[in-house]
Every structure is written in structure tokens, then in C-alpha cells.
């Protein structure tokens, strides 16, 4: 179980709100390197695609490092937030090249997101404590082996090394528990991007696959469990609470299924919704598609929201997991995105089953969102690396 003296983290809707605006500044110091990394990336696909992703789905980025609030303050948080943001870069990055890049079947799906598996992977022995060493030149393609796009001048590579360099740093009896139940989330994803992003029958694949986890997921439809699998967010929960130093088996088995399926089939299935439009002209799988009505899915995500609620209960430091459970429809349904698309009747009947809390975050993401908007372009372009 988590140390009875370890800081505790901000529970409340309040607490977490006024945190915000310090925590951003952070993570665009972090995407300020990424975004640098990124431009010289030799390859033009490649280096479009990097740029895209950390620009237009910045805000995953954004909303996942809410889980450095949850780890102890000082260097714990800030390796948090170092690893929060490159996982969160690799997951975007890939998703962006299997959406947009000619790829070369399903194997090379699967390489390229061996990247992710070995993000979350501890460190071998041999690596001096406190990181990895950088990775060897010859081996920065190795996820490209079958792609038609192959220079990215190490990125990804890079953005590995600095996952696992976090990884290396947590105490030593939280490090097999976080590897183990982070590498099945891990690799759940992965079987979900690769299934998902098939030229042809992918649907029947997805559908398939997900019902062998219906154990893990029951009473929810095939697209919902798979929708869950798409998350990183019970990843970086684990990674904060293991920053502790109690960090058990059971106690890291019982945040993977306080998480999975209902806090993250919310993060997902609300991240889909918003992203109807697009999705639709790109040809792309969303499984919102699946509900009858977009009020159809509006009611199943107010019940998603019950639900995370409810599970997440009983958990340490359960007020910030519920935070978070409230901050989700808050941070997606003040996206732009979903009055564009004729959604905010519903996304209002998503906010008030979320009850009170996600109404005061929701307006503070807007107020955050209309201030930054000026500010964003010199945050990009200021000197300096990562550092927080």
C-alpha cells in the first residue's frame, strides 16, 4: 500500500484548478524540446507527422500531467512529468503516423509500436541507476524496419530513452509492480492500435480481439471495451503512485482495474466523440459511430462518468482520482471541437451527470484555453530544454 507519510496529493476540484496554470507552463517548457527534437527530423513524412501530433493534440499532454500533482512534490513530481509528456508524445506520434503515413501492414504497425512497449519496460541491470544510456546510433530505426518513412534522426528513439531513463528512477519495490500491470495496459494499446489501423477488416479484427477481454470488461459492448484499451491514462496513475515507496502487487493490480475499463473507456470513448468530424472525413474508426444517436452516446458517457466515479472510490488518495474522473468531461467538452459539430446540447447532458465539480473544471479549462491562446506560440519558441 502507499506510504502513510507520503505528501499528500491536491484533491480538490479547487485545489487542482489553481494548480493548473503553473503545471502548463511546465509541460510547454517539455513539448518546447519536443517540438525542437522534432524539426530537424531528416524525413519530411516523418518529421510532418511529429510536428502535427505535438501540436494538435498538445492537449493530451496537457490533461495527462495532471498525474505529477499525484506524485510526491520535487524531483519525483518532476520525473512524473518528464515521462508523463514523452509517453504521451510517442502515443500521439504513432497515432498520427498510422492515421495519415502509407504504412506497410500489420507488421509494421507492430514495430513501430514496439516503441511503446519498450517505454514502460525496467531498465536492464546493466544500466547505471538513475537512467539509460543513449540509444545506439544503429539501433534509433529499429521501429521503422518495415515503414516506407525511416529518418527520423532518433526521435523516437529519444523519446523511449527519456521514458525509460524515468522508469530507471523509481524505487526498487515499485518497479516490478508498475512493469507488470503497466506493461499489460501497454500492451493492450498496442493490440488495439495495430488492429485498428489494418487497411482492410478492421473492424471485424477489433471486434474480435475485444471480446477475449470481455473478462476484464463486463456488460460493456465490444467497442467499448476496446475504446478502454486505448488509454494511457491508468499508465501514468501507476507511474505516480509508484514514485511513492509502497507501491505493492496488489496495490498496483487494484489502480490497473479501478482504471480499466471505466476511467479509461471515459477518457477514450470522450476523446472519439469530440472527434466525430474529423474522424469521419479521414476514413478513421471511431467508435462512437457504433451508438445509434450522438444522444445515445452522450447517455452511455454520463454512465461511464458514474461509473469511473464509483470505481475509483476506494482507492488511495481517492478524492484526486475522482478529480480527475470529473476533470475528463471538463477538458474534452470545452474543446471548440464539440460546437463546431452541433454537440454542446449533449455535452451538457454529459456535464451535469458528472455532477457539480466537472461544471467549475470545465469553465476553468475555458478560461485557461482563452488566455493561453496568446501565449502559446513564445512558449513553443522558448530557450531551454525539458527542465520544469
Known amino acids: 500500500m502507499v506510504s502513510p507519510t507520503r505528501p499528500r496529493a491536491p484533491r480538490t476540484p479547487v485545489a487542482m484548478a489553481a494548480a493548473a496554470p503553473h503545471l502548463l507552463r511546465r509541460v510547454d517548457g517539455h513539448l518546447a524540446h519536443w517540438h525542437r527534437v522534432a524539426d530537424a527530423i531528416p524525413d519530411p513524412e516523418l518529421r510532418r507527422q511529429a510536428q502535427a501530433s505535438l501540436t494538435r493534440k498538445r492537449f493530451h499532454c496537457e490533461g495527462g500531467a495532471v498525474y505529477a500533482l499525484a506524485a510526491p512534490p520535487g524531483p519525483p513530481a518532476d520525473s512524473a512529468l518528464r515521462f508523463i509528456v514523452a509517453l504521451q508524445t510517442i502515443s500521439d506520434y504513432l497515432d498520427n503516423l498510422s492515421d495519415r503515413s502509407v504504412a506497410g501492414g500489420a507488421r509494421d504497425l507492430e514495430l513501430l509500436h514496439t516503441a511503446m512497449r519498450e517505454a514502460v519496460e525496467p531498465p536492464p541491470r546493466e544500466w ?108 501514468f496513475a501507476l507511474y505516480a503512485a509508484a514514485l511513492g515507496d509502497g507501491l505493492d502487487p496488489a496495490a498496483a493490480a487494484a489502480l490497473r482495474t479501478a482504471y480499466f475499463p471505466w476511467v479509461t473507456g471515459l477518457h477514450i470513448l470522450l476523446d472519439y466523440w469530440i472527434d466525430r468530424a474529423e474522424d469521419r472525413a479521414g476514413g478513421d474508426l471511431n467508435f462512437t459511430f457504433f451508438y445509434a444517436s450522438a444522444a445515445a452516446g452522450a447517455a452511455r458517457l454520463a454512465r461511464f462518468a458514474a461509473g469511473a466515479a464509483r470505481a475509483v472510490r476506494t482507492l488511495p488518495d481517492a478524492g484526486f482520482h475522482r478529480t480527475v474522473v470529473s476533470g475528463l468531461p471538463a477538458l474534452y467538452l470545452a474543446d471548440p471541437k464539440v460546437a463546431r459539430q452541433g454537440l454542446r446540447l449533449p455535452a451538457l447532458g454529459v456535464l451535469r451527470g458528472a455532477g457539480p465539480s466537472a461544471w467549475l473544471l470545465y469553465w476553468t479549462v475555458r478560461w485557461l484555453r482563452r488566455t493561453r491562446v496568446g501565449t502559446r506560440a513564445s512558449a513553443l519558441s522558448a530557450p531551454g530544454g525539458p527542465g520544469i
Open 128 to 235: 547505471p541507476a538513475g537512467g539509460a544510456p543513449e540509444p545506439a546510433p544503429q539501433a534509433a530505426d529499429r521501429f521503422y524496419r518495415l515503414h516506407p518513412h525511416r529518418d527520423d534522426g532518433g526521435y523516437l528513439a529519444a523519446l523511449v530513452a527519456t521514458c525509460r531513463a524515468e522508469v530507471a528512477r523509481l524505487p526498487v519495490a515499485s518497479a516490478g509492480p508498475f512493469a507488470a500491470e503497466a506493461g499489460r495496459l501497454i500492451g493492450w494499446y498496442c493490440d488495439l492500435q495495430v488492429r485498428k489501423h489494418l487497411p482492410n477488416a478492421r473492424e471485424r479484427a477489433v471486434q474480435e480481439w475485444a471480446e477475449g477481454l470481455r473478462p476484464f470488461a463486463p456488460g460493456l459492448a465490444w467497442w467499448e471495451i476496446a475504446a478502454a484499451t486505448g488509454s494511457t491514462l491508468g499508465v
